[in-house]
């Protein structure tokens, strides 16, 4: 009785759309994207957004898309969960049956690394065929809007058929046809690079020419602008004209600073026992912040995320660095930063474990290595105690010249790099566990800290620190989940 009330609220709610007369007609359903594990479940919303978004786009024209909040609200009605049951077509077609959707839209999105695979199928519930599938990869989430709309362009507009399989895709033969077809590509602005199987092809506009049929890659690259990753099709005999608008990137939250890479000495004889032993590193080259993450910084996170946050009135100008933070805080800051300008975010996170994609283009908390490497001066180093100076006071906010207090940013002199505060002001939080036999066995190359430990490591020393903890080469440590008035952190990225 209840499903028969359901199907009469749809035949009466698509009324007007005149599509009575056929129960099924070319009513279309999208249901919820699957997500493989290695997909962080952070990008999930946006993912389902950009699907639903492009297949009302492309189909309004020929079919009559059901409305997100309807499906939704009809589900709940029937007391399934899309999510547990959409990930296989005989559910699918289950869910179609209770929608009174002739088609229903299914997609399936994997990663490896920073690199996402997009999975769409549609399928006919009458004849239970697929009508339509195709594969699009996007490097980074930046590039997959772009390769959703691919998807749903092809399997709505051409129902193009794919032979790709996600569990296969290595081991595709790839028929080699004697004639070639060519491929426009203008943007606007004009002079973006054009990057083919990932070589330098030319500059926009650029006419390729004598390409074998098949799908093609295409990276656009242009300073300033969003990067673009386009999967086009080759045709015998055909030019193909691509036209991109670039869209410029959003204007970065803060200033970074370049850190060249170079080999250096990590750890120090003059400190603690946990400083030896004296080790050579080799770092590849990084951005770091030019200051620590300020309060009016941080307060955007917090208000575009509804996080809770509560310092004293006397820690909260707008250019002091933020302070009552835990290690996890600081994590989740750096993947919100990274989707706020169009990054890929560097962790994922399953309840207490954070799990770092180290390719990733986002934002992260620097290794101990980095941390101390570019406190030094990297390359530049010429053997300063403290982060720019032998004199604590000249680059330090600290126990003897501070009222128990934190100061704005910038303040004090920068070091060789032009970094600010890495000397006191507030401790920094560090990617690595603590472990205080650490450099005995550390890695030379890129040393990524303990598989696992108790503590995280902080760096810096802060306004409430003697000279001692101010240095370089000093280790603090902490509890990922505690906080405190003079804990802070600043954040870096890989270089592009």
Not at 30 to 45: H, S, T
Request: net charge negative; charged share 25%; aromatic share 12%.
């Amino acid at each position: 009785m209840k499903k028969l009330i359901l199907r009469i609220i749809i035949m009466l709610l698509f009324y007007d759309l005149e599509i009575i007369a056929d129960e099924y007609n070319n009513t279309l359903a999208v249901l919820d994207v699957k997500l493989a594990n290695n997909v962080p479940e952070i990008i999930e919303g946006l993912i389902t957004d950009y699907v639903f978004d492009s297949v009302y786009q492309y189909a309004q024209k020929d079919y009559t898309v059901i409305a997100r909040s309807l499906r939704e609200s009809m589900m709940d009605e029937i007391e399934f969960s899309i999510s547990d049951i959409s990930d296989n077509i005989s559910s699918a077609l289950r869910i179609g049956n209770y929608l009174s959707a002739r088609y229903v839209i299914l997609t399936s999105v994997q990663a490896v690394d920073s690199k996402y695979s997009i999975m769409m199928q549609m399928v006919n519930v009458t004849t239970t065929e697929i009508e339509g599938s195709y594969l699009s990869e996007a490097i980074g989430i930046r590039n997959i809007k772009e390769a959703i709309e691919i998807c749903v362009s092809n399997i709505l507009n051409e129902n193009t058929v794919s032979n790709y399989d996600f569990e296969d895709t290595n081991n595709q033969e790839v028929s080699v046809i004697d004639t070639t077809g060519n491929i426009m590509i203008t943007t606007h602005p004009e002079g973006a690079a054009i990057y083919i199987g990932g070589i330098l092809s030319g500059t926009s506009p650029l006419l390729l020419e004598n390409l074998e049929p098949g799908n093609i890659s295409i990276e656009i690259k242009c300073d300033g602008y969003d990067n673009n990753i386009l999967n086009e099709r080759i045709i015998t005999g055909v030019t193909v004209n691509l036209e991109k608008i670039l869209v410029p990137r959003p204007e970065p939250l803060f200033e970074m600073v370049y850190v060249t890479g170079g080999t250096f000495n990590m750890g120090s004889i003059d400190g603690d026992y946990e400083e030896e032993p004296v080790h050579t590193v080799r770092l590849n080259s990084f951005l770091i912040g030019k200051y620590e993450i300020t309060y009016s910084q941080y307060m955007e996170f917090v208000e575009d995320t509804g996080r809770d946050y509560y310092a004293r009135s006397k820690w909260c100008d707008d250019d002091k660095p933020v302070i009552n933070v835990s290690w996890y805080d600081a994590i989740e800051f750096c993947n919100w930063l990274s989707l706020k300008e169009l990054y890929t975010p560097c962790y994922s996170i399953r309840g207490d474990w954070v799990y770092l994609n180290s390719d990733a283009d986002g934002y992260r908390l620097p290794t101990e290595a980095e941390w101390e490497y570019a406190a030094s001066g990297g390359i530049s180093d010429l053997g300063a105690l403290y982060s720019g100076s032998n004199n604590a006071d000249s680059v330090s906010w600290n126990k003897d010249n501070t009222h128990r207090e934190t100061h704005e940013t910038g303040e004090k002199v920068p070091n060789r790099l032009g970094i600010y505060d890495m000397s006191g002001n507030v401790w920094e939080w560090c990617w690595d566990w603590y472990d205080e036999d650490y450099y005995i066995d550390s890695s030379e190359v890129s040393p990524p800290g303990p598989v696992t430990g108790y503590y995280k490591i902080v760096r810096g020393g802060s306004w409430d620190s003697d000279d001692f903890y101010l240095r370089c080469t000093a280790r603090g440590f902490c509890s990922p989940v505690s906080y405190d008035t003079d804990i802070g952190f600043r954040v870096v990225r890989n270089i592009e």
